[in-house]
């Protein structure tokens, strides 16, 4: 089955400056790739999500890039802000939104210092 | 708009007991889909429900069943409870399979 790793575990940036969160995935028939924001206590909330037939994807200060043939992807938050902190997930799925289930990374804990 | 909504926020139960999950997904939406997140992980897909049946399920034992009711919203059965089983149970309501998926605040199980 499909298995994504992601790096780093653990990102500390100064306010204002910008977080690139990386992940891979083995399943060369994956086409859909969410990134989820989890705040302590709550749900993972979907903040940005790209397809296979799109290379990049930008929303406001959050842009997902994806290399589909080194099957990477990444998330990059420019202007980080205090609230941005949080536990971010990369995921990913062979069907769609996930009609086979998503596939999560471990989770990148994103600490923002004032 | 409401959101996916689940129910209860917490529950503890002993080894061998048998709990159940809800979840209300979000208006509009005909698609339930539940995971487990273990502390400091990702969450695992468990299985999902479209049109009252189970469509894909991950690798997890019979012990873990569902329900999809007539208005979409769904239950997670869990039997004969185990210490690992104790975690945070996610629900995700999607429209259609294949649409995205936006989940609830979950359910908190502690397995005593």
């Known amino acids: 089955g499909e298995n994504v790793e992601q790096h780093p575990s653990t990102l500390s940036v100064q306010e204002g400056d910008s977080a690139v969160i990386k992940c891979t995935y083995s399943?060369?028939?994956?086409?859909?790739f969410p990134w989820y924001k989890q705040e302590l206590g709550k749900g993972p909330q979907l903040i940005i999500d790209?397809?296979?037939?799109?290379g990049e994807k930008k929303d406001q200060r959050i842009a997902v890039t994806l290399n589909k043939t080194a099957k990477h992807f990444s998330l990059h938050i420019t202007e980080t802000q205090p609230e941005d902190s949080a536990v971010y997930f990369c995921?990913?799925?062979?069907?769609?939104?996930?009609?086979?289930?998503?596939?999560f990374g471990k989770g990148t804990h994103l600490i923002i210092q004032p | 708009d409401a959101g996916v909504t689940q129910s209860p926020t917490h529950l503890i139960k002993t080894r061998g007991q048998q709990v159940t999950l809800r979840c209300s997904p979000k208006?509009?939406?005909?698609?339930v889909s539940w995971y487990q997140q273990a502390l400091g992980q990702g969450p695992q897909f468990i299985f999902q429900?479209?049109?009252?049946?189970?469509?894909q399920r991950g690798n997890f034992p019979d012990r873990f069943s569902g329900h999809q009711f007539p208005n979409y919203s769904s239950e997670l059965n869990v039997n004969a409870l185990l210490l690992g089983d104790s975690a945070l149970y996610l629900c995700?309501?999607?429209?259609?399979?294949?649409?995205?998926?936006?989940f609830g605040p979950g359910t908190r199980l502690t397995v005593l």
């Open positions: 995700a309501s999607s429209f259609s399979e294949y649409g995205t998926q936006y």
């Open positions: 399943d060369s028939a994956s086409n859909y």
């Open positions: 790209i397809r296979s037939n799109v």
């Open positions: 995921a990913a799925s062979t069907r769609g939104g996930g009609a086979d289930g998503l596939t």
């Open positions: 208006s509009g939406h005909d698609t």
């Open positions: 429900y479209y049109e009252e049946e189970e469509r």
